[in-house]
């Protein structure tokens, strides 16, 4: 029979595990010897079994850390019987209330417990028919017992004994794997990288030049980007019709931003094998380099404590900038010019240009006169 037991009860039986030693004046007992001392109140067992054996009689409370109980047939326990990290192997009677905490209750056909069985954290009950239990048998987590209600007071929230216990090796091993699927990634965007750079080489160095030359305006271009193509999409899918569109959209918007994500990378590649005084800089291999450099400092800082929130930025700023230079480019195919902002001066008329100097009429000579002919003179 199983039945709820109370938190008034729970609280009580775990007051008594804990503060055992300090309650109970402890006597020496061995797991071969005989019964303690009948006039003492209770003994408590520290690294040892303990057998009381037929026909013996134990008065008080009995309380064993770390080893196991039986009670033989026709034996008598005038208490309660705790067993914390070890296990109850039950043939003679118990007058109050038998606890085990980590470990395995066996109750014979001669058992016999008048108040209350319980078993918890990693606990199983074992009764046999004929075995007696006057108070009932309860499996249960005892922390859930001593949460208290919301409608009655503010709630004490207790972990769980696994997650209490585990916390600490657990969080290790959640870190550890964070770490490598971080360095997994950082890995494949690189190579991706790298790919992209062999496949379209120029419109990538397109985008990297870009945002060398003129950072605000694709810091400004790629911020203005993201929030309307964000809306945008969130009212594309909000109707039904839509929908797939937003998804379009969405994918959309993550290829530009991994693409200028890859140019910044690029350009940052190809100074850095610059310094290095390599003679030959690949597109593809400073690609490569630079997206792993820079995707392995901006996820480096977000997942440290301190730093995550100078990660998240530093990952937006370059996003963004690498965003606009792709909308600014239109995917690298065209050069951007960026203007330097001033308001050029109204230009000046050029002077006119001089008349020229007239020409003087020169006068042509006027012809001769011919000759008179000598034979009409003659004949005249």
Known sequence: M?????????????????????????????????????????????????????????????????????????????????????????????????????????????????????????????????????????????????????ERGVPIPVPSPISFWASAPGQALGWILKLVRTVAAILVVAAVAGLVALIWPQPTAQIGHTVIEAPWQSLGIGFLTVVSATVLIVVLAITICLSPIALLAALALGAAGLFGWIGVGAVVGERMLQALKARETEPMWAAALGTLVVTAISSGLSIAFCLAPLGWLATLIVGCMGLGAVALTRFGTTAYVPTTGSVDPLPTPAPAPPEPAPVEEIEEPEAPEPPEDEGESSAE
């Open 2 to 150: 199983k039945a709820k037991l109370t938190k008034r009860r729970w609280a009580i039986l775990i007051m008594l595990v804990l503060v055992a030693c300090a309650l109970v004046p402890t006597t020496p007992a061995l797991a071969d010897g005989g019964p303690p001392d009948p006039g003492g109140e209770g003994t408590v067992i520290w690294n040892e079994d303990y057998t009381l054996e037929e026909g013996e009689q134990l008065e008080g409370d009995l309380i064993v850390f770390n080893g196991n109980v039986t009670l033989e047939e026709d034996s008598q326990v005038e208490g309660s019987v705790i067993v914390w990290n070890g296990s109850a192997n039950i043939e003679g009677s118990i007058a109050g209330d038998l606890v085990v905490s980590i470990g395995d209750i066996h109750l014979g056909p001669s058992a016999s417990v008048d108040g209350q069985v319980v078993c918890t954290w990693n606990c199983d009950v074992k009764q046999d028919e004929g075995a007696q239990v006057g108070g009932g048998v309860f499996e249960a987590n005892p922390w859930e017992a001593l949460r208290l209600d919301h």
